[in-house]
C-alpha cells in the first residue's frame, strides 16, 4: 500500500519530464522482472511481464508527436525493443531482455537529467513569489507508523494535511 501511495505521490507532484522518467523507470523494472521469469522459468510470470514492456512501448509510441528527428529515431528504437523483447519471450534468452535494457538505459539517464534540469528551473523561477491560486505542495514528507503523509502549505502560511 505504501508503493502505490509513493508513486501516486511522486507523480502527482512530478513534471512532465519526470513523468517520462517514471515511464522508463518502470520499463525498466518490468524487464528486469522479465529476466527473474525466465531465470526462473516461470513462463506465466513472464508472459505477464512481457505483456506489461509492451503497453509500456505501446504508450511511449503513442506518446510521441509529430515527424522530427527526434520522434523518428524515438519510435525506431521502441519498435526494437519491442523486437528484441518478442526474440526473448520466444527463445526465453534473458540476454535479449539484458541487451533493451542497455539500450533503454541513456534514454532513461538522459530523460532523468533533463527533469532535473526543468525542475530546477522551475523552482528558480518560483524563488520570492507567493502563490495566490491556492496551497502549494511542500517537497517533503513525514512518516507515521504505516503511511507516508504529505502536508501542504496554504496562503496564510499554515501546514494542513495534503
Known sequence: MIEKEYLANRVSNANDTQLVVLVYEGLIDTIKSAIEDIESKSLDKLNISINKIREILAELLATLQGDSEVA?????????????????????????????????????????????????????????????????????????????????????????KG
Open 72 to 160: 523518428s529515431n524515438l519510435r525506431s528504437i521502441y519498435v526494437y525493443l519491442n523486437k528484441i523483447v518478442t526474440e526473448a519471450e520466444s527463445k526465453c534468452d534473458k540476454g535479449k531482455l539484458e541487451e533493451a535494457i542497455k539500450v533503454i538505459t541513456p534514454l532513461y539517464e538522459a530523460w532523468q537529467e533533463l527533469g532535473e534540469k526543468d525542475e530546477v528551473s522551475v523552482t528558480s523561477s518560483q524563488v520570492g513569489t507567493k502563490s495566490t491560486n491556492g496551497p502549494a505542495i511542500v517537497a517533503g514528507m513525514t512518516y507515521g507508523k504505516s503511511q507516508l503523509n504529505d502536508y501542504v502549505i496554504n496562503n496564510d502560511d499554515r501546514w494542513q
